[in-house]
């Protein structure tokens, strides 16, 4: 149960970060121009991509810490 | 007061027919599909006894049945994508059941068929609701992300069905904190439209549970994962479902990121679980065996296969209460 909750703790932390952190980022406030557009657009992909690796990083290794312990593995 | 009469009269319409129609034809299957040679072996079970296989098309049959009076009574397209994608994933289910997929990477991408319902009859709105912070624009990814949603909550049931009553009792509770959620926002149509799911899980669940007479094979398993996800779509409780099934989420990511590829069930050679000569499981320790959700539960300690299967009911419960509180942080955003 306490990986399924930290889970579910982890999924609303992530979806916040992604929608109210990632999403609002403004590099370039002043321009309009495509490449600054496609910029800025890059960078919160890169940013969302990285949270979910984090995301996952952090399950396998609950996963880890709750299985290789008590199996010996 | 007369709109509430209506709702429950016809609940217990739906609930009674989807029953019915399951436990008999059920029935019907697990006496006929042994004499045509139709079994399997119970692998967690001393001697490995034949069982029937599979219950997949009783579960299908009713469960399209009740859709399409539904979609009669309502009218409501969403309720038809609901009939269209479950019978497509119940299809290609009943092609992996005959045939055996053995490629892993086949079925995963036969499945996206089972999405283009939802496209096509345009039944989905792309404003996904978040607990706390309410509902966000996704019109170019939320597309994508039904091709691919069906394909893995499917395979996350499919994956799940590895012990006697284990997928029927976790779909039937799985489903619940959905029927709540829209109740919540009021979406009765999609919320009757969900009570067959239930109802069919039910009556599979008495052939289903330890000892089993009756496996639901691919074309059960895949059917009522598709089903689950296309309501939680159409009915826009996308979160509340992927809280209520996160349990076989995980063990689908477990299982992938133990064994690192997409790989058919079937044909993985070293069995995560061993089986006592008492007839108890216990958790293999090979480093090369894939991490499973039983595996975890058993690395406690041996248990007996209904104890195993009690406790995936106890996580797919703690999942359903997380769920329904997660439905209340999206009420009315």
Not at chain 2, 104 to 129: E, F, H, Q
Not at chain 2, 158 to 166: E, F, P, S, T, W
Not at chain 2, 285 to 307: H, N, Y
Request: aromatic fraction near 10%; charge should be positive; charged fraction near 15%.
């Amino acid at each position: 149960m306490g990986i399924i909750g930290s889970a579910w703790l982890l999924i609303f932390l992530g979806s916040y970060i992604i929608f109210k952190l990632i999403v609002p980022i403004n590099i370039f406030p002043a321009r309009t121009d495509y490449i600054s557009t496609f910029l800025n657009s890059l960078l919160k992909v890169v940013l969302s991509a990285t949270l979910a690796f984090v995301w996952i990083t952090i399950m396998i290794k609950l996963r880890d810490f709750y299985i290789k312990r008590r199996l010996s593995v | 007061m007369a709109i509430l009469y209506d709702l429950v009269v016809l609940t217990s319409i739906v609930f009674a027919l989807t029953f019915s129609l399951t436990y008999l034809l059920t029935l019907a299957l697990v006496k006929t599909l042994p004499k045509r040679g139709s079994v399997v072996e119970d692998y967690h079970k001393p001697g490995k006894p034949k069982v029937a296989w599979p219950g997949g098309p009783a579960i299908l049959s009713s469960i399209l049945i009740a859709e399409l009076i539904l979609y009669f009574v309502y009218g409501d397209l969403r309720i038809l994508s609901i009939a269209l994608v479950t019978m497509i994933a119940g299809i290609i289910g009943l092609i992996d059941d005959r045939w055996r997929l053995s490629n892993g990477i086949i079925k995963p991408i036969l499945l996206i068929l089972a999405s283009l319902p939802i496209l096509l009859l345009d039944v989905y709105v792309p404003r996904p609701t978040f607990p706390i912070f309410g509902s966000v624009r996704l019109h170019y990814v939320y597309p994508i992300l039904v091709l691919v949603a069906i394909p893995i909550v499917s395979n996350a049931t499919n994956m799940i069905d590895v012990l006697n009553g284990a997928l029927s009792g976790f779909m039937i509770i799985s489903t619940l904190p959905l029927v709540f959620a829209l109740a919540l926002r009021a979406d009765y149509p999609i919320m009757m439209a969900t009570i067959p799911l239930i109802a069919s899980s039910l009556a599979f669940y008495i052939f289903h549970r330890y000892p089993s007479k009756i496996f639901p094979g691919d074309s059960g398993s895949l059917a009522l994962g598709a089903m689950f996800c296309v309501i939680a779509i159409v009915g826009r409780v996308e979160i509340v479902a992927i809280i209520s099934i996160l349990p076989a989420i995980l063990n689908s990511f477990f299982i992938l990121s133990s064994v690192k590829r997409l790989v058919e069930h079937r044909s993985i050679k070293t069995r995560p679980t061993i089986l006592l000569q008492n007839g108890q499981l216990v958790a293999s320790k090979e480093s090369s065996a894939p991490i499973t959700l039983v595996r975890m539960i058993l690395a406690d300690g041996p248990l007996s296969e209904r104890e195993v299967v009690l406790n995936i009911f106890k996580l797919s419960a703690f999942s359903a209460f997380l769920a329904i509180i997660t439905a209340f942080l999206t009420w009315g955003i």
